[in-house]
T-cell receptor, first 112, second 112 residues
């Protein structure tokens, strides 16, 4: 059974700092991995999707990497801004038509 | 192009009552998945509908049931509501069962 863990559970950083969020998963037979952003009480916004054959994806100030063999992914946020404050969720889709499995998220606060 | 829409936005029900939540998928998508997100947790998979049939189901009791219509929209029904059913219910649509999932804004259900 796939399990996804995100560390840390919460993070507070000053504006302008670069930061890394971590995601680990127990079953490396994944189809893809997604990073989502969730604002309080709102739905999920997909940030980056990495296919199992890829090593990383970039969008603006965000860079996500994937190391399938070690069961790890990182989300790097450059030059953080107060508007980046949100919960960031990692989700894994296993091969074999199984549902998305989510971590509990990392709650990020960027202080101006 | 409208994204995934859900209704209602918020709902308050009493223990023992029944509730129906609705989801319209993104244009061109044929698959709908439902998730339950308790406060401070990651979304948990409830079930997925494709071609008007339930294709996968998570670890939820039979009180949770669903339906998909010919236009691909979907309903989630919960009977005999419990306090523990209070959560944000998220709908996601995709093109086929392993496609990239796009999430709606969610329905906040409060059971008193």
């Amino acid at each position: 059974k796939q399990e996804v863990t995100q560390i840390p559970a919460a993070l507070s950083v000053p504006e302008g700092e670069n930061l890394v969020l971590n995601c680990s998963f127990t079953d490396s037979a994944i189809y893809n991995l997604q990073w989502f952003r969730q604002d309080p009480g709102k739905g999920l916004t997909s940030l980056l999707l990495i296919q199992s054959s890829q090593r990383e994806q970039t969008s603006g100030r965000l860079n996500a990497s994937l190391d399938k063999s070690s069961g790890r992914s990182t989300l790097y946020i450059a030059a953080s801004q107060p508007g980046d404050s949100a919960t960031y969720l990692c989700a894994v889709l296993n091969s074999g038509n199984t549902p998305l499995v989510f971590g509990k998220g990392t709650r990020l606060s960027v202080i101006a | 192009d409208a994204g995934v829409t859900q209704s209602p936005t918020h709902l308050i029900k009493t223990r023992g009552q029944q509730v129906t939540l609705r989801c319209s998928p993104k244009s061109g998508h044929d698959t709908v998945s439902w998730y339950q997100q308790a406060l401070g947790q990651g979304p948990q998979f409830i079930f997925q509908y494709y071609e008007e049939e339930e294709r996968q189901r998570g670890n939820f009791p039979d009180r949770f049931s669903g339906h998909q219509f010919p236009n691909y929209s979907s309903e989630l029904n919960v009977n005999a509501l419990l306090l523990g059913d209070s959560a944000l219910y998220l709908c996601a649509s995709s093109l086929n069962t392993i496609g990239h999932q796009y999430f709606g804004p969610g329905t906040r259900l409060t059971v008193t």
